[in-house]
């Protein structure tokens, strides 16, 4: 076999080797979190949630452009329902804080609440408008929930969506104080 030769069939083995890793990771991603259809509520077992924060938030604002959540961003991630932790479905939160290996985010919603905002409050939930941002591709308005915080592991978190305004944020959190 000439060195020309060989050297051929070592890249071509390197290459489907890449090939293999890259496409066996994609796949084991997907199987352990798999993509939720739009619109319909997705289980999980309820044992890998440990239930809402209900401490003392200590707010933090550290975007950084590093494909990671970070507080102070908006993620795309599995939101748990508060009625029952092992359904639930994919939105947009923002991160705000971290509790341990958690990160804690407050959700979004692109529903106007200022229409039952009694009705709201009467249940004991608090909404604020945010405005749009580039965590949703049809640039509706959103608000985000006051009274509830919940825990986000890092590696559930599909996507960055945007990072908010530093005075925005700090609104928001001042918010949060008030409500909880």
Request: glycine share 10%.
């Amino acid at each position: 076999m000439t060195l020309t030769r060989l050297l051929t069939e070592l890249g071509q083995a390197v290459v489907r080797g890449v090939r293999q890793e890259v496409t066996g990771s994609v796949r084991a991603r997907r199987d352990r979190h798999p993509r939720p259809r739009t619109g319909r509520a997705r289980t999980t077992p309820a044992t890998t949630y440990p239930g809402d924060f209900r401490g003392r938030l200590s707010p933090q604002y550290t975007p950084t452009a590093d494909g990671r959540p970070d507080p102070g961003e908006v993620c795309w991630a599995w939101i748990p329902y508060e009625e029952d932790h092992g359904r639930g479905k994919d939105r947009p939160a923002l991160v705000v804080g971290q509790d341990g290996p958690w990160l804690l985010a407050l959700p979004l919603t692109s529903k106007d609440h200022d229409r039952d905002a009694r009705q709201e409050a009467a249940a004991g939930r608090f909404w604020m408008d945010v405005g749009s941002g580039a965590w949703d591709s049809s640039g509706r308005p959103s608000e985000v929930r006051l009274d509830r915080i919940v825990r986000l592991s890092p590696a559930t978190v599909r996507r960055e969506g945007a990072v908010l305004d530093s005075a925005l944020f700090d609104r928001v959190v001042a918010g949060v104080a008030t409500h909880r």
